[in-house]
């Protein structure tokens, strides 16, 4: 046991002082094993790559910076897109990457240059191992030039070969090997994908935060025939072929009233507890906006940003909005922690009532919402008029990465907006 050389111990005092020394050097040493500086980590680009399958890797690529604060702060890129993370906490040579308003985080260990450690998401108990490493800008390795450019619009069909196919439409710019775009769905999109054309071959990635997706194509005049990754838990065929007439159908004509139903009426709990039901009073003789969602889908999230937006430029007391969260967190204090914390980051000022737990099936939320003829996608919005009568149903959201669509949605929103408040 290492003792104290300031104790009254007469047997200290009459030590030679060579040997006085030792013990006060090393209490020094420990002291100083106990304030040593943390660990750090290179500040700059990196790359990472996260294992989807046996012989398939999904890069990504961030900006690791620090703040005026000395935090480290991640900005990770895909195409236009730039999301900033801000919860990194580091003990010893380990770190965790807390993703903004998503459950999912990064774990691993780490030298000056290196990461190796897994993306998880708890409530679905899924691990996808990752690696990174810094100073490489490139997302995907190029060993060959272009020989197709994939500019343009794409006929899409994903799990074609399954008895559950569905359509989307591809829309990508193409400049030398680099390309960016997306698949449009039905439901919304794919995100902002990156990546490249390398010889004949087609290679796009995102990681959002919550979605890890990675898409192949081999390249043939005006057809794709590729594998969708989505984790290292789902993979999905799909076919192209370009076709710059096509179109999915309407997104206000896929959800819809079920016959026998002139209305529509729900009774979830807030935050604390309190039932909240559309035919309270405070949404009487209010347009109402009910918003079916999830605090785990990127989807839902550009929806709510745009949601919180169009109240701050247009404040009315005459409109409402109410979002009805399905959540897949397995335990009612996990699904409010989502709730809350989706508040805090994005401000959210509109009630968010928790309508599920345990599961984001869309068959469990139509047996909460019978009147509905099927909850195709989260989100899905619902324009109520000042009389409770249902105006509209708008399945799916075209977020930013649309483009165009997008816009083309902003512009019919306020549209449809400004014809019911004036009513």
């Known amino acids: 046991m290492l003792r104290n050389p300031f104790a009254s111990d007469t047997r200290v005092r009459f030590f030679p002082m060579r040997k006085q020394l030792i013990p006060i050097l090393l209490l020094m040493g420990v002291v100083s094993c106990e304030t040593k500086a943390e660990k750090e980590l290179l500040l700059g680009k990196w790359r990472a790559e996260m294992k ?57 260990t780490f030298t000056d240059s290196t990461l190796t450690g897994e993306f998880v998401k708890e409530s679905l108990d899924r691990y996808v191992p990752l690696k990174a490493k810094y100073g490489i800008e490139e997302r995907f390795e190029v060993k060959d030039g272009a020989r197709y450019d994939v500019s343009g619009v794409w006929e899409t069909n994903f799990d074609f070969d399954t008895e559950n196919p569905y359509p989307a439409k591809g829309i990508f710019d193409q400049k030398g090997n680099k390309v960016t775009g997306t698949f449009r769905t039905k439901t919304g999109d794919y995100r902002y994908l990156e990546g490249v054309v390398d010889g004949d071959s087609l290679k796009l990635s995102t990681f959002d935060g919550a979605h890890v997706f990675l898409f192949t194509a081999k390249l043939k005049d005006s057809i794709m025939d590729g594998k969708f990754y989505s984790g290292n838990h789902s993979v999905e065929n799909f076919e192209a072929r370009r076709n710059a007439d096509f179109e999915l159908p309407d997104a206000n004509t896929l959800t819809y009233l079920k016959e026998g139903y002139t209305s ?8 604390d507890g309190n039932p909240v039901s559309l035919s309270d009073p405070s949404f009487t003789d209010k347009v109402v906006l009910v918003q079916i969602m999830g605090t785990w889908c990127p989807n839902c999230l550009d929806e709510t940003h745009f949601y919180v937006d169009y109240l701050k430029n247009n404040p009315t007391s005459d409109l409402k909005i109410v979002a009805l969260a399905f959540e897949y967190a397995k335990t009612e204090e996990k699904a409010l922690e989502g709730i809350r914390r989706l508040r805090e ?27 509905l003829n099927h909850v195709l996608s989260y989100p899905t919005t619902l324009y109520i008029d000042k009389q409770g009568e249902v105006r509209k149903i708008h399945t799916g959201f075209n977020g930013p990465a649309t483009g165009a669509k997008h816009e083309e949605f902003k512009k019919e929103f306020a549209i449809t907006l400004d014809q019911l408040l004036k009513e």
Do not use: C, W
């Not at 702060?73 to 998503?102: C, H, K, W, Y």
């Not at 529509?264 to 935050?271: A, K, N, Y």
């Not at 009630?351 to 139509?366: C, Y």
């Open 52 to 108: 989807v399958a046996d012989d398939h890797q999904l890069p990504f690529t961030f900006t690791l910076s620090k703040n005026s604060e000395d935090h480290y702060l991640i900005d990770i890129q895909n195409a236009q897109e730039v999301i900033r993370v801000d919860e990194i906490a580091i003990t010893g040579d380990s770190i965790r990457i807390n993703m903004p308003v998503f459950e999912g985080y990064i774990t691993a």
């Open 264 to 271: 529509f009426d729900f009774t979830f709990p807030d935050e």
């Open 345 to 371: 980051r994005v401000g959210v000022g509109y009630p968010i009532l928790l309508a599920q737990i345990g599961t984001s099936s869309k068959t469990k939320a139509n047996e909460k919402l019978p009147m």
